[in-house]
T-cell receptor, first 114, second 117 residues
Framework: DTGVSQDPRHKITKRGQNVTFRCDPISEHNRLYWYRQTLGQGPEFLTYFQNEAQLEKSRLLSDRFSAERPKGSFSTLEIQRTEQGDSAMYLC????????????FGPGTRLLVL | AQKVTQAQTEISVVEKEDVTLDCVYETRDTTYYLFWYKQPPSGELVFLIRRNSFDEQNEISGRYSWNFQKSTSSFNFTITASQVVDSAVYFCALTTNYGGSQGNLIFGKGTKLSVKP
């Protein structure tokens, strides 16, 4: 059974550049979540999809951030005009709608903005 | 508001010692779920256990055990006879949106466990 995958695993960019991350959830999981984790902290919720619908956005998700899940399968998270404060681990998780609320996480994308 | 507190920032033990990681949560909802995740140095969060608010039975899985007490809003995690491979950051998390709602997890800050040989 394939787990959640994320690409790339690492990204180094210069301030002001745009970056895009991809997440492939566990197949048949219709719920997909994005979290951000900074050093020494627990993950913080960014946004949530149920199928292709984006149902919730955190206040952490500024207008420079956008997420999509066009066909209800994989999702992308784009950050425009990156800032040094965007340096973090970006985690994706998915869950099944049937009974279990357990979220399974991918390996994350570690972003460093220089 | 919901909140998870893991007061222990770092714990260091010697192999074969028992260790307990504390978790205290806050919520006004009567239906909620509690989780523990393990984050090894590789960075991936590994699911360990889920417990719902209506089930206060303690659970044991091999060397791992969990003590859920609603009276003290705590969900503590004990590793018996710790091993070097247990070294990781452990997160306690809470979700209160069940059954058709968002279900985003609220995490504590984590406890870094170091097990020395």
């Amino acid at each position: 059974d394939t787990g959640v995958s994320q690409d790339p695993r690492h990204k180094i960019t210069k301030r002001g550049q745009n970056v895009t991350f991809r997440c492939d959830p566990i197949s048949e999981h219709n719920r997909l979540y994005w979290y951000r984790q900074t050093l020494g902290q627990g993950p913080e919720f960014l946004t949530y999809f149920q199928n292709e619908a984006q149902l919730e956005k955190s206040r952490l998700l500024s207008d420079r951030f956008s997420a999509e899940r066009p066909k209800g399968s994989f999702s992308t998270l784009e950050i425009q005009r990156t800032e040094q404060g965007d340096s973090a681990m970006y985690l994706c998780a998915s869950s099944s709608p049937w009974g279990s609320e357990t979220q399974y996480f991918g390996p994350g994308t570690r972003l460093l903005v220089l | 508001a919901q909140k998870v507190t893991q007061a222990q920032t770092e714990i260091s033990v010697v192999e074969k010692e028992d260790v307990t990681l504390d978790c205290v949560y806050e919520t006004r909802d009567t239906t909620y779920y509690l989780f523990w995740y393990k984050q090894p140095p590789s960075g991936e969060l590994v699911f360990l256990i889920r417990r719902n608010s209506f089930d206060e039975q303690n659970e044991i899985s091999g060397r791992y055990s969990w003590n859920f007490q609603k009276s003290t809003s705590s969900f503590n995690f004990t590793i018996t006879a710790s091993q070097v491979v247990d070294s990781a950051v452990y997160f306690c998390a809470l979700t209160t949106n069940y059954g058709g709602s968002q279900g985003n997890l609220i995490f504590g800050k984590g406890t870094k466990l170091s097990v020395k040989p």
